[in-house]
Each structure stands twice: as structure tokens, then as C-alpha cells.
């Protein structure tokens, strides 16, 4: 195994990139086959990655309940004890009220979670998306009272703005935020990473490509259609906005031939080189994909490099702008990854 450099999410240390697991059975149109899946996450483990991100909804609209789980669960376990799971609930349907009923619901959850991960506990458990009608200081407090128990080491939100996050740290400390960050989606720097830096708490960026965009390798014809192909719902990816993006693109393939590497990689350098408590997570269902993100950690830039590259991004306009909304009831309409 490829030893990565570290990272910690609060007092939880990963490799500092992570793979996230959603492709596999959700979100990028047709899966692959299962055997290919487990071989896809233990050659992402010998290459260094120690923390691996899923859900309980991945895959459960076409593959049944906890269908990227127990895929996770399967993959893992011979060096469970080597890694970190990070694993998110959400609230659906009728919500609970009062804070016993709002346990109870969290726990039976995250017991169908560990039931599906073959473990006995996560060291990082997220709410998936905020919902209005449960206080996220009653969430907090619920994920204090597992951490006691042992179940979970962490806990972390998603999707989420600082005010939010304030709330909720004061009840029980937030070891991980997962948003919404990359090249084009810059909202978390104006006050979630700030207050996340203060706090000791990590970003787990999601979609830190762009979905793919950044990497160079979707272009306004790559098709879309699958009806489980959430890029079709990301407005950076209309053929229309795609062509207005590229000088994005003209740029980071400028700094990938200096530094003979891919638009990806330097797509994830940079957030790595910005914040020193951002763990980013791509996602893919490709093994190429998946070992070249890994491989990121190991470009570096100088100081001079970084300043003019980071002073470039800042100067070009974004088209397809999608920003940090948080969730708000049970409608699925957010939950495009």
C-alpha cells in the first residue's frame, strides 16, 4: 500500500484526498458491474486512500436500500481497521418531533448503516441534507449522545451555510462539512471555510471536478440521458455554459503541461494547496478516474505558481452558477451530486 500524506476532519485523520463512492451505484448513468466496484475500492486503498464516502440513498431508487453501502461494506472489509467510513442520513417522509423520537429515528438509521457497512460503528456520520422541521441543534445533540455510545466518532453536516454550522458546533463540536466546492463553485470562501478553519473543522468537498467538467473530458455532446444521471441537472454542464467555461479549461491545461500531469489533478492541487483543512472527495466510477485523483496529493506549486493561478481563477466569469442552497423538506430536487 502507498502511503498519502494526512489530513484531519476534527480530531479524525484520512489520507487527504478521499474517494467518494456515490458512481458506483448512483448519479453518472449506467453502474459497473460489482466485482469491478470492489476492485475499483481496494486499488484505491493500495494507493494511498485511507477515507471512503457514502450514503444511505446511494442506489436506492434503482439497486434497493443501501445499495452503495453494503457494495462499501463488502470492499472494505479486509482492512476495515486501516480506514475511515464516512456514511450520511437524511430526514424523508414524516419528520420525528421531540428530541426522543428524534434519536430514535437517527439510531435505528445509523443502525441499518452499520448492519449495511459489516461494521460497528463509522468514525464520521453526516446529516445529508438540513430539513427545517427538525432543529439541527436536536440533530447535534442526538450525534453527541452516539458519540458517547461509541457508534460514531464524528459527525458532520452537509450542504450547508456558516450560521448553520455555528449553531450546531455549539451543542456538540462538527468534525467535517461536505459542500459543494470547486474552481466554479467558490461560494464556502467567503464564510463557511473561514469559520470551518476557526472551529477545527474539515471541508469535504463534493464535486471537486465539477462533475467532470474540469477534468477536460465532458464535453457539450457527452450524453446525459440515463435516468439516473444527475449531470443533467448541473447547470454548468449545458452545452451552452460548457463553451462559455472554457477558459477555465484553456487554463488549468496550461498549468497540467508544466506540471505533466491532468486538469483533474491540478483541479484538486489547488484546493488542497488553499485550505490546509480541505479533504476533497472525487467520485467515479471509472478506476483510471478514480487512481488518477489520487494521485493529485502528489503535485505541488510554489508559492509564486499558486498566487498566479489562484489570481487567474478569480478573474474569470462563471457561467452556470449553482451555490450552496441548503435543503428544506423532503423534495429530492437538491440532491444532485
Not at 453536516?157 to 449553531?167: F, G, H, N, Y
Amino acid at each position: 500500500m502507498i502511503l498519502m500524506k494526512k489530513r484531519k476532519l476534527g480530531n479524525i485523520e484520512v489520507s487527504e484526498i478521499g474517494m467518494g463512492c456515490m458512481g458506483l451505484s448512483h448519479g453518472y448513468g449506467q453502474i459497473p458491474d460489482e466485482e469491478y466496484s470492489i476492485h475499483a475500492i481496494q486499488k484505491a486503498y493500495e494507493a494511498g486512500c485511507t477515507f471512503f464516502d457514502t450514503a444511505e440513498g446511494y442506489g436506492a431508487l434503482l439497486y434497493g436500500a443501501g445499495h452503495n453501502e453494503k457494495l462499501l461494506g463488502k470492499a472494505v472489509k479486509p482492512f476495515r481497521e486501516n480506514i475511515v467510513l464516512a456514511t450520511k442520513f437524511h430526514f424523508m417522509g414524516d419528520t420525528p418531533q421531540g428530541r426522543d423520537k428524534i434519536y430514535s429515528y437517527i439510531r435505528s438509521h445509523l443502525e441499518q448503516s452499520l448492519t449495511n457497512l459489516q461494521t460497528d460503528k463509522v468514525e464520521l456520520y453526516y446529516l445529508h441534507r438540513v430539513n427545517r422541521a427538525v432543529p439541527v441543534e436536536a440533530v447535534a445533540e442526538c450525534m453527541g449522545k452516539l458519540i458517547d455510545e461509541g457508534l460514531i466518532c464524528g459527525w458532520g453536516l452537509s450542504q450547508v451555510e456558516a450560521d448553520t454550522i455555528r449553531k450546531a458546533h455549539e451543542v456538540t463540536p462538527v468534525s467535517a462539512v461536505q459542500n459543494l466546492y470547486n474552481m466554479l463553485e467558490r461560494d464556502c470562501e467567503k464564510n463557511v471555510i473561514p469559520f470551518c478553519l476557526e472551529c477545527n473543522i474539515g471541508v469535504v468537498p463534493f464535486s471537486p471536478v465539477a462533475s467532470g467538467f474540469l477534468s477536460g473530458k465532458v464535453s457539450g455532446g457527452t450524453d446525459f440521458s440515463h435516468v439516473d444521471d444527475v449531470r443533467k441537472f448541473v447547470p454548468q454542464l449545458t452545452a451552452d455554459n460548457q463553451d462559455a467555461n472554457k477558459p477555465f479549461l484553456e487554463l488549468i491545461k496550461r498549468y497540467a503541461a508544466e506540471k505533466g500531469c491532468t486538469n483533474a489533478q491540478i483541479a484538486l492541487a489547488w484546493m488542497l494547496r488553499k485550505y490546509p483543512n480541505i479533504v476533497p472527495i472525487p467520485g467515479s466510477k471509472n478506476l483510471e478516474r478514480i487512481l488518477e485523483n489520487l494521485g493529485a496529493c502528489d503535485i505541488s506549486f510554489s508559492d509564486a505558481e499558486f498566487a498566479d493561478l489562484d489570481g487567474a481563477l478569480s478573474e474569470i466569469t462563471i457561467h452556470g452558477h449553482r451555490g450552496c442552497v441548503e435543503f428544506d423538506g423532503d423534495s429530492m430536487k437538491d440532491w444532485n451530486r
